[in-house]
């Protein structure tokens, strides 16, 4: 207390000293920090230390447990910003500190508000998407889970692709020969090139293998991934298409409930080749390899960089019955590619002893909910399959 009195710069500001002025309240539960989908949470003490309670670790200062928490995410973070990135019970820490500012030393010179806490650093701030929160509610991460299921060819081999693909045409059009195109490591790429190939494919990295963890879960229902395997099952040329769901900020959870596939043709078959080839035969059983990626933006320090594929791993929900909007877009979908040059002749043999409808069946099986009341629904669109190829 013997400082009271003296003009304390923003830097002589801590946690210890917003406690004393009752500005702060020692609790547990109440510091909180979103970075990247992720969120931790953490306890304050009545000493000013914080504690993450996941770990049970203990930090003297918010910078060094935004850095910490930050660098697990994000290995290449050099700091936390931790008064703009830690949050006591909602609002930003660094709004305490304005307060006590202009409570205690109103005639403070302008010049202090720039400067950092005592022991931390002096930092840059946080671009917005960074900070993982505006307005106290945290980002929905990118769309993990991609609409295209093991039909993916060339691209299953490596499980993903990081950036997408463009389509390889001649001078007249035509599709170039294709050639067995090797996945590459995502350390082979450097920075953005404009000479590289966009068809380029990169190899999926899995969390644990640099020293990370998931920074968000993921679920998808079992009718949207029945909905999305039946939909590339139908043609030889790509698909595409929409999903939609749920975002809980509290358990960082995405849950994928509803499948939107377009019904849009995107290139013929031979055209669709430069891009992706269906069915691929890599891959000897039925059942679809479905291979959820999500694409780890690039360090801020170096923006040019390419983002690293990261493999997802996904919780899967089984459905207890079909819902009428499955249905009705199988249904659609099977009108949809009717007739065209492209669609898969189900009736022909996809092996030695099955068709390609009993390839479909086979891979829906295993999608399909336990309620066997739709089962001669989905018989009845098998047959319109038979009639439409």
């Not at 200062?61 to 290995?75: D, E, I, M």
């Not at 202009?102 to 998407?129: D, I, W």
């Not at 320090?301 to 079909?322: K, S, T």
């Not at 829906?364 to 739709?374: E, G, M, V, W």
């Amino acid at each position: 207390g013997g400082f009271r009195g003296a003009v304390l710069t923003r830097r002589g500001i801590t946690l210890r000293v917003l406690l004393r002025d009752g500005l702060l309240e020692p609790a547990r539960g109440v510091l909180s920090i979103y970075y990247l989908g992720k969120k931790f949470v953490g306890d304050l003490g009545a000493d000013g230390t914080i504690t993450w309670q996941e770990t049970g670790q203990v930090f003297n200062s918010p910078s060094a447990w935004a850095t910490h928490c930050k660098r697990l995410v994000n290995p290449a973070k050099k700091s936390g910003c931790g008064w703009a990135s830690v949050r006591y019970k909602g609002q930003k820490l660094d709004q305490y500190k304005a307060a006590w500012l202009r409570k205690h030393q109103p005639n403070a010179p302008p010049a202090e508000e720039s400067l950092a806490s005592e022991g931390e650093e002096e930092e840059m701030p946080e671009e917005e998407e960074e900070e993982a929160t505006r307005e106290g509610r945290a980002p929905v991460p990118e769309l993990v889970a991609a609409k295209k299921p093991e039909e993916r060819s060339k691209k299953q081999q490596c499980k993903s692709l990081a950036e997408p693909a463009g389509m390889d045409h001649g001078p007249l059009g035509k599709r170039l020969e294709s050639k067995p195109r090797v996945p590459v490591r995502y350390c082979t790429l450097g920075t953005r090139d404009s000479a590289r190939n966009p068809q380029t494919l990169v190899e999926v990295t899995s969390f644990a293998t640099i020293n990370k963890f998931q920074p968000f879960n993921v679920a998808i229902s079992s009718n949207v991934l029945l909905l999305l395997d039946f939909h590339s099952h139908l043609t030889r040329s790509e698909v595409v298409g929409y999903l939609g769901g749920r975002w809980d900020t509290n358990t960082q959870l995405l849950t994928v409930l509803r499948a939107f596939p377009c019904r849009t043709r995107l290139g013929d078959a031979e055209a669709a080749g430069a891009v992706e080839e269906p069915y691929y035969h890599g891959n000897p059983g039925v059942e679809s390899k479905i291979a959820p990626f999500w694409v780890m933006p690039p360090p801020e320090q170096r923006p040019n960089d390419y983002g690293i594929p990261m493999d997802v791993e996904v919780a899967y929900i089984q459905d207890g019955f079909l819902t009428n909007d499955v249905l009705q877009e199988m249904t659609l979908l099977v009108e949809f590619y009717k007739g065209a040059p492209d669609l898969v002749k189900f009736q022909e043999l996809w092996s030695q002893d099955q068709t390609y409808l009993d390839k479909l069946k086979g891979s829906l099986a295993s999608r399909t909910p336990k309620d066997q009341s739709f089962t001669h629904i989905l018989e009845q669109i098998y047959s319109l399959l038979k009639l439409s190829s």
